[in-house]
């Protein structure tokens, strides 16, 4: 029998030109859920899956009908979840988590009951940074896009006074969070071209918030004509742009 090798996982850089997973974050009422689900309007993302953490899918189903919702409660309950999306057959091709802040904040409140922690606060923050990055690269590296909707924070730096705009990741974990994911776009509202206020992803080239790309993207995705807010489907014609104008 011939043996196997590591050439049995090489693919053209073009096949992997694609979002393996991203971080929505904005206050609420930007649409990060909406935008996340979207995802079920493209045939490659579709069926989605929301794990609905926060309690905050409602209304998502009044757009997308045929998207599928699960609670998990608890830490545990999305430890679980966690495990069966990784470990079994279930056809889903985009998977949103909602939201990672309140995730972590479960996650934390777990890592306090352990022994080894009691009194020992740097004890429970190394495990949560652990935690989340365990988490979020498993999600990165899973056969699905991954997306995390989150909540921002607003940093100040002490020496400047400069305000910045980031995703609310608690502990150190803030630091190495963000270099995982393929895209991290902040929701927000602009004036597109006819004068209309509308919901935008900013993803680039700002000095007062934190975002990341790895496509070229413009600074700003501005939704369809006649739409509310972006899609998904904007987000990945602007990866195709970006690449047909390398």
Known sequence: MEKATFLAGVEKATAVDKINSAIFFGEY????????????????????????????????????????????????????IVTELLTKEHGYKTVIFDTLNVA???????FRKRPENANNKFGV????????????????????????????????DENTGKMTTTVKIAGSAKTDVPTVPDLIGYLDF???????????????????????????????????????????????????KAKENE
């Not at 579709?46 to 608890?74: C, F, H, M, Q």
């Not at 993207?217 to 369809?224: E, F, N, V």
């Open 29 to 80: 009422g930007t649409g990060k859920t909406w935008l996340a689900a979207s995802a079920d309007d493209i045939e490659d993302y579709a069926p989605v899956l929301i794990v609905d953490i926060e309690g905050s899918a409602a209304g998502v189903g009044r757009k997308y009908p045929n998207v599928d919702i699960i609670k998990a409660a608890t830490h545990n309950q999305l430890e679980f």
């Open 104 to 110: 972590q904040g479960r996650a934390e409140k777990e």
């Open 125 to 156: 923050w190394a495990d949560l940074k652990d935690w989340t990055l365990d988490f979020v690269r498993k999600m990165h590296h899973a056969p699905f896009m991954a997306i995390f909707i989150a909540h921002p924070q607003v940093d100040k």
């Open 190 to 240: 602009d004036v597109n071209e006819d004068g209309e206020t509308v919901r935008v992803l900013r993803v680039g080239r700002s000095t007062s918030i934190i975002t990341k790309n790895r496509f070229g993207l413009p600074d700003t995705i501005y939704p369809a004509p006649g739409a509310q807010g972006p899609t998904i489907y904007d987000i990945q014609s602007e990866i195709i």
